[in-house]
């Protein structure tokens, strides 16, 4: 009996953790969007610098992933369409799979692996070393200080590179598709816009997919950017308190990525 | 004035503060002794509220920062500054930026006279010359000393000096003893000091007291403290691993 009291009092507690982690993030999302437009102007230097930090570092990965994505989504897809004999729909297929689903997920998941696992780590490192209680100490906000620029970067930039790696996604698959399944270039190129833009669009210049795409990439990265630096800033124990943190943001940022992007999907596309 | 009342702490069964009492007057400089990992920099947290007793009250200048509001201890932490054992700089900024942080925050002086109080902080611990180093390209007595520049920028009434000492060598405990003692001598500043290095204690103190076993004993000017008859300060100060205990059961 003990046992069992033992057991469910410690999912009890990992429950409650749970609960409290995500009321923190939640609430670190909600006063960084407040602190946005108090302190923008005080906090342009600091968002710059995570503007490089977010877009700079992560672009060469983005643009080799998108590239042979696109490769590679040709070459699968292509096989079977060739077989059908529909080998020039191959550019509307890796349009939509790309600027719907493929490029925002495929962006989130190389920031959550680069930048997002940075910042955890990054936080967690001053919240052991006693920096964020520094910060404290001389009345400066944290979230002001450290978490709104990271979140504004990431919003920002999360959208750039999926573009920028769905681009690369289109040349590659019609490189491909030139190559092996013998589609070429200007056909690969009129099927891929007009299955951009199925219907009339009242969003901008650009086909409506590419915008629905970027809106989900950038709900991505403010979505990695909170959950990360939640994380770090919660760490404890030295070094392998970081390590854990680090570990457990990656674990929630890919988890909550699958979670919100099927429900973002079923808003824009049902 | 800071005044602690009474404080408790505990995390899980240990219980770190067992009813903490003490006084920090204008001018003084109260050194609190004791081994590595007894609870004295916990008590050091309580007085900035970045920690919450279990029961008891802290005072700073009247406000009780155990109830204080965000503006209160906005301004508790205005008057009392803190000096971490490891500098806690921003390792991303530099030492001039690391310096000018708490006055940039307050957003109440203008860049002219922020960059004016910097140097001369910096200046008044030789630190001009490292100020464009960023921390990780400056030795471990640097950082101290870029800390403390940061500390005394923004005027502080009370500093609170977390193992001012803890991993230097001598010449460089030495210099920042010295250094404490000339902060100290500048002006009606309180601090209070925790640490295990005797020579720092004698070097900078106006009362001493020692922390044993989550209570203060006690509290006495160098001297008294020095001669003191309690088995447990004798056996500290002798350097014994048993802290008296001994003693105390007889």
């Not at chain 1, 020039?88 to 997920?105: D, H, K, T, Y």
């Not at chain 2, 205005?78 to 900024?93: H, K």
């Not at chain 2, 001012?164 to 003893?177: F, N, Q, W």
Request: contains cysteine; neutral net charge.
């Amino acid at each position: 009996m003990a046992t069992l009291k033992d057991t469910l009092e410690a999912r009890g507690r990992d429950l409650r953790e749970s609960v409290t982690n995500a009321g923190f993030t939640v609430s670190l999302l909600l006063q960084s969007l407040r602190l946005f437009f108090v302190d923008l102007r005080h906090r342009r230097r600091f968002i710059l610098d995570q503007l490089a930090v977010c877009g700079i570092s992560p672009l060469p990965v983005v643009c080799v992933v998108g590239l042979f994505t696109g490769m590679l989504l040709a070459l699968q897809i292509g096989m079977e369409l060739s077989r059908l004999g529909q080998s020039e729909a191959i550019s509307n297929m890796i349009g939509l799979i790309l600027f719907r689903e493929m490029g925002p997920f495929m962006t989130a998941m190389i920031l959550t692996a680069s930048v997002g696992s940075a910042m955890a780590a990054e936080l967690g490192t001053m919240r052991v070393s006693e920096e964020i209680d520094a910060l404290e100490c001389m009345s400066i906000n944290t979230t002001s200080f450290l978490v709104m620029p990271r979140i504004v970067a990431m919003t920002i930039m999360t959208p750039l590179l999926t573009f920028i790696g769905c681009i690369l996604g289109c040349v590659g698959g019609g490189l491909v598709a030139n190559t092996q399944l013998s589609v070429s270039p200007a056909v690969y190129t009129r099927n891929l816009l007009a299955s951009l833009q199925a219907e009339p669009n009242q969003l901008g210049p650009l086909p409506e997919e590419i915008y629905t795409g970027l809106i989900k990439a950038a709900i991505f990265g403010a979505l990695i950017a909170t959950i990360s630096c939640a994380t770090g800033l919660k760490a404890s124990g030295g070094a392998i308190g970081v390590g854990r943190a680090v570990r457990s943001a990656v674990v929630r940022c890919f988890l909550m990525l699958i979670i919100i992007g099927y429900y973002i999907s079923w808003i824009f596309f049902r | 004035m800071i005044r602690l009342q009474d404080v408790h702490k505990s995390f899980g069964d240990t219980h770190v503060l067992r009813g903490v009492n003490l006084e920090l007057t204008q001018g003084e400089t109260l050194v609190i002794l004791g081994r590595s990992g007894t609870g004295k920099s916990v008590t050091l947290k309580h007085i900035v509220g970045l920690m919450k007793p279990d029961s008891g009250h802290i005072f700073v200048d009247g406000i009780d920062v155990t109830s204080a509001s965000n503006e209160q201890l906005q301004t508790v932490r205005q008057r009392v500054a803190y000096l971490f054992q490891t500098g806690a700089l921003v390792n991303w900024l530099s030492v001039r930026d690391n310096v000018a942080l708490p006055l940039a925050e307050q957003r109440k002086l203008s860049s002219a006279e922020i960059r004016e109080r910097v140097e001369e902080s910096l200046q008044s611990l030789s630190m001009l010359e490292a100020a464009d180093r960023m921390p990780s390209q400056i030795s471990g007595g640097m950082r101290k000393r870029a800390a403390l520049a940061r500390v005394l920028v923004a005027q502080p009434k009370a500093i609170l000096y977390d193992e001012p000492t803890a991993g230097l060598d001598p010449v460089m405990a030495r210099t920042v003893s010295h250094l404490i003692r000339d902060v100290q001598s500048s002006g009606d500043r309180m601090a209070l000091v925790v640490t295990h290095d005797l020579e720092l204690a004698f070097s900078v103190a106006t009362r001493i007291g020692l922390h044993y076993k989550g209570e203060l004993i006690e509290l006495a000017p160098p001297d008294v403290f020095k001669q003191s008859k309690h088995p447990v300060i004798r056996a500290f100060l002798d350097g014994q691993s048993d802290l008296g205990e001994e003693g105390l059961n007889q």
